[in-house]
């Protein structure tokens, strides 16, 4: 069984900050990419910014400039700091780690979510 437990969400006026972090457990032989994403009311949900294990950084277009990506390998974590947010940037945030667990299956894994709100 693997764990996913997210942190950091909260309410935030426009041009503040949140880091949200996001920390797995369990039965890990080995983590690949990291995600994050995000649904805001009435939208799909949406790729945020994307680790791989080599620790390139992928951004949506949205975020460039504004969000910055980290993972510790060590710790089995991924975090997410924002920056300049904006009242569009509202959303329940998830993480998704592709990882493989320690009986060699592959397979992905979704936090349970954490509320951000920024305020105008």
């Known amino acids: 069984q693997v764990q996913l437990v997210e942190s950091g969400g909260g309410l935030v006026q426009a041009g503040g900050s949140l880091r949200l972090s996001c920390a797995a457990s369990?039965?890990?032989?080995?983590?690949?990419?990291m995600g994050w994403y995000r649904q805001a009311p009435g939208k799909q949900r949406e790729s945020v910014a994307v680790?791989?294990?080599?620790?390139?950084?992928y951004y949506a277009d949205s975020v460039k400039g504004r969000f910055t990506m980290s993972r510790d390998n060590a710790k089995n974590t991924v975090s997410l700091q924002m920056n300049s947010l904006k009242p569009e940037d509202t959303a329940v945030y998830y993480c998704?780690?592709?990882?493989?667990?320690?009986?060699?299956?592959?397979?992905?894994?979704w936090g349970q979510g954490t509320q951000v709100t920024v305020s105008s």
């Open positions: 998704n780690i592709d990882l493989f667990t320690s009986n060699f299956r592959r397979d992905d894994y």
């Open positions: 369990g039965s890990i032989f080995r983590i690949n990419a």
């Open positions: 680790i791989t294990n080599g620790g390139s950084t």
